[in-house]
């Protein structure tokens, strides 16, 4: 059964940097598209990364955090990192990340049907 899990939420002050994991088993990030999403109480989901097949394809990052997120493999453990820097308060949110059979990130990444979700981890930053 298809699964994928994070990890490595906490509390951060404003200004530092948190590393947040994404576990998938059953279905390979080498083959298949991650995308990263998070959501503040009382607002809407948001797209914060989409990380296409391993081989090849295009990477998109939302617009609140452009420029100060980056992501790494760790192809062993089939785990995709997201390392966010220069935290703001309005960071905080419950961080999610999603997979599916699809291979490659596109422009409208934000409106696919992810078919697979983790449970979220909570991202708190301090002002």
């Known amino acids: 059964q298809v699964a994928v899990e994070e990890s490595g939420g906490g509390l951060v002050q404003a200004g530092g940097s948190l590393r947040l994991s994404c576990t998938g088993s059953?279905?390979?990030?080498?083959?298949?598209?991650v995308g990263w999403f998070r959501q503040a109480p009382g607002k809407e989901r948001e797209g914060v990364l989409c990380?296409?097949?391993?081989?090849?394809?295009?990477?998109y990052y939302g617009d609140s955090v452009k420029g100060r997120v980056t992501f790494s493999r760790d192809n062993a453990k089939n785990t995709l990192y997201l390392q966010i820097d220069s935290l703001k308060p309005e960071d905080t949110a419950t961080y999610y990340c999603?997979?599916?059979?699809?291979?490659?990130?596109?422009?409208?990444?934000?409106?696919?049907?992810?078919?697979?979700w983790g449970q979220g981890t909570q991202v708190t930053v301090s002002s």
């Open positions: 999603a997979t599916g059979l699809r291979p490659y990130c596109g422009g409208s990444w934000t409106l696919y049907t992810w078919d697979y």
């Open positions: 059953e279905l390979s990030f080498d083959d298949y598209a």
């Open positions: 990380v296409s097949r391993r081989s090849g394809g295009s990477t």
